[in-house]
């Protein structure tokens, strides 16, 4: 999960379209990044570089608000 700057929360399934690793938070670059392989992520889940060719695939995110 990352909020952005405007509050919008972005829910990614964490597993690398490359090969199956778990993708880690790249805070500095505000990225999602593989360790295994070097794949870089969006923070919505677009490949921004290889060798993975598709995007991570999004989790829905839901609030509950207590009245």
Known sequence: MYKNEEGKLFGVN????H???EVKW???EKSWDCPCHGARYHYTGKVLNGPAD???EPV???FLIER
């Open 14 to 17: 964490p597993s690398c379209t």
């Open 19 to 21: 090969l199956g690793c």
């Open 26 to 28: 790249n805070n500095a």
């Open 54 to 56: 598709r995007d991570l």
């Open 60 to 62: 829905g995110v839901e």
